[in-house]
């Protein structure tokens, strides 16, 4: 026979096993929203992925395209014919005033007229918004760049000041871990309380700069944001030690950079005005035909005209328009020509930074970090000795640190370096193509 408590206990355990089974399900419902509201982990390829895909400002230059091909479109076709109606010669005095069908020069008027535009001029007209509609493209592949650039310098700054901010954690452990050293030795007898406050106050300079970083990371991560559309943590580091540019055919490239090619398409809007300039100076036709009828005493008509303009200052009016478009042709020509030249000076420029700050960035990790972790460990050693004092391991402790953060800083400067340059085309645009293509056709 079960005992009392062996009773007891059964009576009670399928309640316990459904109370069991309800904290196991909402274990794992929070789990899963703890899983779903974690920041995403997105490399830098996936970031500028993400921001592009989401980028409002491509739609609106497909929008632009989509309008100019349409307007295109429109204007190649022939304007739209006019219906006229009316009465001619109504009497408006003696008996027959008001009168329709008395008098024989009365008559009911219905005709319509159509201008007949030069084939040409219609060409022209189409071709100018067909050419609005490429740099619509052009200026697509410009907000393309600027994306997946500023895109990158986000995640970089993140990244980089992550590391910042973990450098000066680990200080801070290392401070307070000396500030209970220096305690413990106080109350040994063996210290100073000027130690302590010495390594107090190291201990407050930390906290103050990892402040500093937090407020950056905090303005880094807000930014990164603004791009991905949510809080993403940056995983993999890209290599910036290499671009896509050839800097054997850098200028050639660059004449295909996305700014250049939107002042490319801009000339060809103008030389198709200017076309369109040089086909107005031909006038165009209008036909009219009108079936006019009179009072039944009196027969019906028909009347038929052309209308021609006439170009009587030719000189003052279409020639001088002709110049004008002219110029305007010669005017974007020097403004493309004056920026590849910006653009070529400033890529070489900051290449010769990009450059210069990777060296440094070896040069600091070859060298300097060695050297001042080094110096920490002696001066750890000399002071454990009984042979250095804990200011002078706080001063080794933040020279070491110093040189962390100045290499991060100089990597993070570096990297933005080579966002600038290795983003100059954008990644999947038609500039990128053209400087591909050109790149092959010359060699």
Sequence with gaps: MSSPLFVHF????PRLHMLSTTALALSLLTAVHLALAAPLPLTLGEAQRQAVARS???????????????????????????????????????????????????????????????????????????????????????????????????????YYTEQMADAVAKQAALSRQEIEAAEAIYRGGRGSQADILAARSALLTLDDRGSEIGRRLRVAQTMLARWTGGAVTVVGAPDIDSIRLDLASLD?????????????????????????????????????????????????????????????DRKNRQDRELAAKLAMVEQTKAERDEMLRDHVA??????????????????????????????SQAVLAAYRGGKATLAEV??????????????????????????????LFPEGGTAQHAAMNNRQESK
């Design 10 to 13: 059964n009576a009670r355990s």
């Design 56 to 158: 409002r400002q491509l739609s609106a230059q497909d929008q632009a395209t989509t309008a100019a091909h349409e307007m295109a479109v429109a204007a190649g076709q022939l304007p739209d014919p006019v219906l006229k109606v009316g009465i001619d010669n109504l009497p408006v005095s003696g008996s027959d005033r008001l009168s329709l069908g008395s008098d024989f020069m009365t008559m009911r008027r219905v005709g319509i007229s159509q201008e007949l535009t030069r084939a040409d001029k219609l060409h022209w007209r189409s071709t100018r918004l067909e050419r609005e509609a490429d740099k619509a493209q052009a200026q697509k592949d410009v907000a393309l760049a600027a994306i997946q650039r500023d895109t990158a310098i986000s995640w970089l700054d993140v």
């Design 252 to 312: 050639s490239d660059l004449s295909h950079h996305p700014e250049i090619a939107v002042l490319n398409r801009q000339e060809d809007i103008a030389q198709a005005e200017v076309n369109l300039a040089q086909a107005n100076r031909r006038t165009d036709w209008s036909v009219e035909v009108a079936f006019q009828q009179r009072g039944s005493a009196y027969s019906n008509m028909v009347s038929i005209g052309i209308s021609v303009p006439l170009q009587w």
């Design 394 to 423: 706080l001063a080794a402790r933040r020279s070491e640190t110093e040189a962390r953060m100045q290499v991060l800083q100089l990597e993070l400067d570096t990297a933005r370096l080579w966002a600038q340059l290795n983003f």
């Design 346 to 375: 400033g890529t070489r420029a900051l290449i010769v930074e990009w450059q210069s700050g990777k060296e440094r960035v070896s040069r600091y990790k070859r060298e300097v970090l060695p050297l001042a972790g080094e110096r």
